[in-house]
């Protein structure tokens, strides 16, 4: 359905071709200090015509919020906000009448549903996303203003251009695969790891494209103009990092933390694939490498050497940096010209009019964090209730060594 | 929370060292036949002790049905169902009195808790996901009765030994990227294709690994004997192909199909990584190649021609197979010396004693299947209440031509 | 939550001072036709400024269509939806900056929220109801359409005055509990029980009162006439059938028909009791005599000869009438003096200034039917899924003769 | 659903003849001293065969715990228990092969899923209750080791057998509707809700019928005699209060508390009718008498001087005493002939055969207290959620003045 989240929860409502895009934010802890511009800045970061590496649609995204603060401040009530569509012309898509277009939702949406809408895709559209980076917007005021919770994401990738600093290449060939090999640190670098902890949003708006390093970033433009000047699409990865979340969220044992997060990232539109901390490459490295082993930190508290897990063991935060990393399909819609066939099955040429990305990470940017901080402030709030209940409860005059905290803890 | 699904309802209890793990399933059809073996079968799958590649623990699993059918045939009500902990030894772990184990649940457990199960992970425990095959062996008797859904789970990789046919590298230097690269078909083999329409679970069982190929499955299984010998442990990737989903799954825009499957599958104890289709590779080929084009099948439906895609456009099924691969880091718990830290900050070294899996992905292939058993189920019923209903609306009489379905659908 | 409903949802946002109230109404059918119109005639029937009974304020209460239908047809994407509030003056309630109002939301908001709305009772204003008016007219469409449901409320009491052809008063004196006293016809009167099976929208609205008897509205007229004029207010109940339900709905054993309709009605302002059929009444009298018995309908199909039940047997509806009612309490905020005590536990007096409903089950009875319809509504998807995916299974070639379904049923 | 509560969350499985009834308690907060004895206790008074007022069978239910504690103490994991049905035969009500009993769930059973059960109303069976009594007595020990919350039902009246201190009756006539018969004091007299502040569970378990009155209790064993020599059955009312609930649970809008509370109460099987505080009676005296005016308490927080509201505004508590009455119909299954139809609708008689209860309300009680016991817990926690977070926000430097919390609260 539309809503997302327990506690921090999150309904939309809207298309591409309808008056507004929307959504009710409920569950927001009273007296936090909320602005409309807190929430402009991730939309605008969001909204397509930022660069000519975007559709050139200029939406203006302007939020209108419509309930739940007064001067200024949350009342706890839901929060009711919405973004008018400027463009709501109802379609100059008319191919998309005869022709599903191949590997977007026109098809499926009709399975579904029965009937057409004119849009085709329905909300598979990017701008149902508008109403969750309202959300987020509004999660991640709290998070910071509470714990500091700074939330990152930046391009990682774009077709085969990766970030160097990223990833070594997995080895795949079984002759690689000797004790010698065995290592983690081949397939994280220590440069990617440094970047992790540092990145900031400033940084990465740096370049249109998103990507933090500058090289890596012409490249990654070029690729798209490549893509866009062939009337073509491309694919790529965004990585995002939470840092300073507190040890204890995520609910077993459905809800583990990164389930609840891989389900948010895959919910954005055009997402295939989800991995947190060493991901699939850390699936090639013996336990005795991979595990993070303990270590006291100057606070005495416990953290870990090496952050493999991603900053989340059996399912639960464990404080130490929340990092993982997002596949976005290359788009759909693409005004090269397809075979392909009609939906009666006719076999025909499709090339889509129509304004479209020719690559949607560098936008993705903002949603990516955005689901993270619904995420975060969903699996908080139910760590809340458990701990303020378990505080309030009698001591117990004799628990068993075996259950009682060890020390330090 | 223990409770998965929305219409098809999964719920359970229990962790390694008391009297029995369990679940309650609810939302199952009435009129189903259900006997206690088609439930034991997948159980079986799933247990320890099944050859020399997993722990020697020798739990018998044996499932006590307590409610909800009558006669071999469901009733529609909710399905109790137990097994019993025949190894509920408090726990010879003794130095995890005082080490959590590194990236092991220890550590958040007791900091999301606040107290000290004797089994240290409490609910991240393995065992916790009997109560998942038996729902997912209930979900798949209807499945299979009704669709002929099959679904077959089969490893992939472990450690570095990765199965030949699956998966060609990404190429990961921007030198590859030019337009002769730009070929999806490089990534995704037509061999390891025809194997997802063809795979059965007879064949993946042949050998211990379940690799169904069984050379690389000998390379595995050295693999595994190796980290094992070396009081080590080693991690992998389960593939799963779900066959015969009919159109029209997935509830947009937060429930997506696909983002259920993964928030599913990152429940799972270990797991770090997900993709679906063409998933990471995927993002590195352009529209152009990526596009699945339609094509009339035989019966006069839609099909498409490739299926990068997964069986999943816009979050909905569209009737091609669905395919998944999900990456397990190595097992946490290895009795090789680990410099670490106690609970209390103290550094020191641990070494766990007791039984413990040098790798899960073989046991893991049933708990995979369940769980795309039962967000396939849970999915196909959602989806059921909306063509039921709509089904019995009267026909619009002017509906305007675009929202006309179009002949031949 | 600001959310109800599982397969059909309907999330509210909005208060009396911000800029607008709405709704977001998620699962509605796709294919049904629906207009401004379906949603505006209930929404005035809502609205305040009808007659002299109710408050004065002229709030129009247009509601404006932002998603979910196109050409007037469904897509069955969320349908949002606001009214914009005219008079959303910060508020002119100063006293109520000091004092609570006695029996009113302004204390317990505090309590809950720990910050003060301009409104004081936020969310618990009757401008919430709105957007449950709107889906209720949604839901309503399309139980018309389908099934031919039809929902009429009406007001049965005013203070004391109540519907003579309602309910005998129950017998509380020991002495009248004898064998010849036990009959539950005088409890519910024939005339009552036939006005249940022929009352219309059109005969309610007769009278402002909105209660069908047109000697009993006279005199619940002056009854309303007599707390304006004290500056008072007054209470009273409305009763609600449903006419045309399938059997089958409702979901055992939590959620039961009447335990959500229940839900349902105790979540509108003001209310404080619900009963069902014969209700507390009924509980006075024997089984032999509150039974409703089997007959067969000329249909072929069973049917019962009286209706205590109130058309739910085990939480599940057997296809008769569903009637209710529900207790509204005389409306907290008036006019005249108070003595009570301030925020901060000063006693003093409140004379509450603004403009108020003396009495509010006039204007409840659309409100009533809406959340009766949004029950109906998500009940009949839930039991759409189990049907629809029951019928698909095959036949059970050997059911147990006990499982046998009993002929001709 | 079989589960109940979003915090605080019970799923039940289980009917009468099946090999054991049982139930998950997930969300029990970690650390509370916790033995198996609690959870009999409550059992016990649940279970049949304690007097001559019910059922004949003897079934010991003996609650057997199977995870979730150790060393007595919870872990926070869900918390899995079971209760054996010893009394499994498969059914003596053969003539209920033919006949569904008259206001029974064995037609609506079918209606909704299609295949008989041998115990025809399924699910409606009061065993199934048995999950609930335990996930209650588990809530209640929380509730009470941490703020002393104590919650006690008692039987308010049987058939036309009312305790005497509880209410005086309603004046119907319109003759009595004038300004000096406009006193709510009439409605709910001074000795019953000086009853509600000192009832404790000994004092009601000292009669059978479990009312607190000695007298009236002793014309209530009459009554049920009576029914029960006439192979009959009669209805009851029971009434209960929650005391020391702190101020500020309930969620707006559509789970407030009572709305909660309604749902969880007709949840139960047999119930008709729920009202809280002043209820139906409430709605027939202005508000000028209704409302309660505020008092500061000796602490110094507010209170209110009377307490028609039922320790309720606005849907949230506030502080004061809840109570409320739920209505419970005369059995449907008497052995007594009843004239009405087979399924197939065959004009009969039908004289059930079995033990049935002639009244339940004495056993209701416990299963009242322990669904408002969980209905506590679960409020309780989503506002700890709530008030922790809100707790943490740094304070905002210039709130303005109409939001500045007034002083003393």
């Known amino acids: ?70 001067h200024g401040v949350t009342l706890g009530t839901p929060i009711g906000l919405l973004v008018k569509n400027e463009d709501q012309r109802p379609h100059d898509y008319s191919e998309t009448d005869l022709y599903p277009r191949p590997s977007h939702a026109d098809y499926t949406y009709l399975e579904k549903y029965g009937v057409k809408a004119s849009s085709g895709g329905g909300r598979s559209s990017a701008r149902e996303t508008i109403g969750r980076v309202a959300a987020g917007a509004i999660a991640e005021k709290y998070l910071k203003a509470v714990y500091g919770i700074e939330i990152v994401a930046f391009v990682s990738s774009v077709g085969k251009i990766h970030l160097p600093a990223l990833l070594s290449p997995p080895s795949l060939t079984p002759s690689d695969d000797n004790e010698d090999n065995d290592n983690v640190d081949d397939a994280i670098s220590e440069e990617f790891r440094s970047l992790l902890t540092t990145i900031t949003r400033d940084e990465v708006d740096k370049h249109p494209t998103r990507c933090p390093h500058s090289q890596t970033a012409e490249k990654m433009t070029q690729r798209i103009i490549r893509a866009k000047d062939a009337s073509d699409s491309i694919g790529g990865t965004v990585t995002c990092v939470i840092r300073n979340v507190p040890a204890g969220l995520g609910e077993p044992v459905f809800d583990k933390f990164e389930a609840e997060l891989a389900h948010a990232m895959l919910s954005i539109p055009a997402t295939k694939a989800f991995e947190i901390g060493s991901g699939f490459r850390g699936t090639e490295v013996p336990g005795s490498k991979h595990n993070d082993a303990f270590i006291r930190r100057p606070d005495g508290s416990l953290g870990t050497k090496t952050n493999w897990s991603g900053g989340v063991q059996g399912g639960i935060t464990n404080g130490e940096a929340i990092y993982f990393r997002i596949g976005f399909k290359s788009p759909a819609t693409i005004s090269q010209a397809q075979a392909t066939a009609q939906y009666d099955g006719t076999p025909g040429t499709l090339a889509a009019r129509g304004r479209h990305d020719p690559c949607v990470v560098p936008r993705a940017v903002p949603i990516v964090e955005s689901m993270a901080a619904i995420v975060v402030m969903d699996q908080l709030l139910q760590q809340e209730a458990r701990k303020a209940a378990a505080s309030r409860l009698p001591p117990i005059k004799t628990l068993p060594p075996t259950m009682v905290m060890p020390k330090g803890v």
């Open 1 to 70: 359905m539309s809503t997302f989240g327990k506690l921090f929860r999150v309904t939309t409502y809207g298309e591409s071709h309808c008056p507004s895009v929307g959504a009710i934010i409920d569950g927001c802890p009273p007296g936090l200090e909320l602005d409309v511009s807190d929430i402009q800045v991730q939309l605008s970061r969001r909204r397509p015509g930022q660069s000519n590496l975007t559709t050139p649609r200029n939406e203006k995204d302007l939020v209108h919020l419509q309930s739940g603060t007064e």
